[in-house]
């Protein structure tokens, strides 16, 4: 059984002026998203992971998407230069429980990185290119990384994550329309295709995967790849351009 800690905020009530894109960015209903939440946490706990859980963060709409706080590699944790204003504050306010498992280095400016932007693979990184990090933030991670760290132009949507995840066995989930994809050639991938997209953003832990419901077809490929799937209704989120890994930092032990 997988052994780690899963970092997760609870929303508060000024979640529903979330930054987003997303045409319902209005409509979020907040009692919704608590509710997702609390089955998103269920999740993580039946894939084993420890859930450590933040009190909301007031007066940052964007805190529950943790994940972009933080990158995980090694026995260190890099702390983001988030190039986002309003989200600037949330790095310091996990400092504090990431510091309990990891050795804190923070990022300064001109370094603009999301940990959304960070994707991690056996032997590689996978640096997003996206209006949110930048090419100083590719250099600063190679500057801590054992693996080689290779930027990744992001064509559409927010993040790199938001459209490609790593399942493990050199398996990526992919929407190869939102991408740069000549960097990802030697992986076997699970195509998304564009009614599909949003299932490209999974989260796999151990031998499950976490994914949005809705998605059957995505859904029965990673299962025909020996995972169980846990499917997650992720409607409130997904108006907050927000999407199944953004909700946790994982802490591998
Ligand atoms: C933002 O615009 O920063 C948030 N509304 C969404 C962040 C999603 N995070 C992620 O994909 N890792």
Request: glycine share 8%; net charge negative.
């Amino acid at each position: 059984m997988l052994s780690s800690v899963a970092l997760v905020r609870k929303p508060g009530p000024d979640f529903i002026d979330a930054l987003s894109g997303h045409p319902q960015k209005t409509r979020i209903d907040f009692k919704l998203a608590l509710e997702q939440h609390s089955s998103y946490v269920r999740a993580l706990q039946q894939a084993g992971a420890r859930v450590v859980t933040l009190e909301p963060l007031q007066g940052f709409p964007d805190s529950v998407f943790i994940e972009d706080t933080a990158v995980i590699f090694g026995d260190k944790a890099l702390l983001c230069s988030m190039k986002a204003e309003s989200r600037r504050g949330e790095v310091e306010s996990v400092a504090g429980e990431v510091g309990n498992h990891r050795k804190i280095i923070d990022l300064q400016p001109p370094v603009t990185l999301d940990g959304g932007d960070v994707l991690m693979t056996d032997d590689a990184v996978y640096v997003g290119q996206s209006t949110r990090t930048n090419k100083e933030a590719v250099q600063a991670l190679a500057d801590h990384s054992e693996k080689p760290c290779t930027p990744v132009p992001v064509l559409r949507g927010l993040h790199l994550k938001s459209a490609v995840s790593f399942l493990g066995n050199g398996i990526l989930v992919i929407d190869p329309t939102s991408v740069e994809t000549s960097s990802f050639k030697k992986f076997e991938w699970i195509k998304v295709d564009e009614s599909e997209r949003y299932a490209a953003n999974c989260l796999t832990l151990g031998d499950f995967v976490l994914l949005p419901a809705g998605f059957s077809r995505v859904a029965d490929k990673i299962r025909s790849h020996g995972f169980q799937v846990i499917e997650l209704e992720m409607s409130e989120f997904e108006k907050a351009d927000g999407g199944v890994t953004c909700l946790s930092l994982i802490i591998r032990e």
